[in-house]
Every structure is written in structure tokens, then in C-alpha cells.
């Protein structure tokens, strides 16, 4: 049953290692480098640094709880409390990162007018559509979870 898991937990790995890498190592580095060149003002580079790592720490949460549910389904346990709960926190931290992004649209709107970029615009829009779609597929698989254990209770009961 392990090896029905590894691939995407490998995928989960390729998809987290990056994020802490940049977060770390790139971020703060980029940071330094615009600070002492760009046009940007230095309160808008902690603003930004703020939001980046504010979308992150959610993030990378998500993600393990995305593992604690590979590895339930590992042990046999997909259809528990367990995965409900996992599953609740996935779409409340989509949730977080979609409200934190349309709080910091008008100011990506300025930034993308500042530096002549609307790409930044439309980074922060995808980001907020794609955390759209994880809180709802998220609550959609949160719904069917939960009315599959009871389901399954009510079974084990009549038995």
C-alpha cells in the first residue's frame, strides 16, 4: 500500500522544497539587491517580503496536511475524523491565501503601474483564482469525506 502513495509524495516534496529554498535563500537576497538599486521603496519591499512569507507559511501547512492524508490512506485510515479534519485545514489556509491576495491587489495594482508590469497584476490574480479553486474542490471532497463516514458509521452500525 506504501508504494501506492510515493509518487505523490514525492511530488509533494518537489513541490515544497522549492518554496522553502526561495523563501529562505532567494527572497531575502532579492530583497537586499532591489533595496540598494530599484525604484521600489523600502517599506513596499517589506510589505511585499511580508505578504510572500505570509502566503507561505499557509502554503507550505497545506501541504503537510496533504501528507498526514497520504499517509492515512498508507495506514487505512483515509475515511476517518482524521482526513476531515486535514481536509478543513487545506481549505481554510486556501482560504487565507485568498483573502491575504485580494487585500494586496490594489497595492499590486500600484506596484504593476509603478514599475510598468502588469504581469505582477496578473501573478496576484491567478494566485487568488487558483486558491478559489483549491477551497472549493476542498470543500467539495470535505462534503463527500464527511457524508461517507457517516454513511459507514451508520453501516457499522446496523450490523
Known amino acids: 500500500m506504501r508504494r501506492d502513495t510515493l509518487f505523490l509524495k514525492i511530488v509533494l516534496i518537489l513541490i515544497a522544497f522549492p518554496v522553502l529554498v526561495l523563501s529562505l535563500t532567494w527572497l531575502p537576497w532579492q530583497a537586499i539587491l532591489e533595496s540598494e538599486s530599484g525604484p521600489i521603496p523600502d517599506y513596499a519591499l517589506i510589505l511585499i517580503l511580508f505578504f510572500l512569507y505570509t502566503t507561505a507559511i499557509p502554503f507550505l501547512f497545506a501541504l503537510l496536511q496533504t501528507w498526514k492524508i497520504l499517509n492515512y490512506i498508507d495506514k487505512g485510515i483515509a ?3 482524521l ?3 486535514a481536509i478543513k485545514y487545506i481549505k481554510y489556509c486556501a482560504l487565507f491565501i485568498l483573502s491575504l491576495y485580494l487585500i494586496a491587489l490594489p497595492f ?3 506596484i504593476a503601474e509603478q514599475d510598468d508590469a502588469p504581469g505582477v497584476f496578473a501573478l496576484g490574480l491567478i494566485v487568488a483564482f487558483a486558491c478559489v479553486i483549491v477551497s472549493v474542490f476542498a470543500s467539495v471532497f470535505y462534503k463527500l469525506l464527511k457524508n461517507a463516514i457517516d454513511i459507514k458509521t451508520e453501516n457499522d452500525l446496523t450490523v
Open 83 to 85: 482526513s476531515v479534519k
Open 79 to 81: 475515511f476517518s475524523e
Open 108 to 110: 499590486l495594482y500600484y
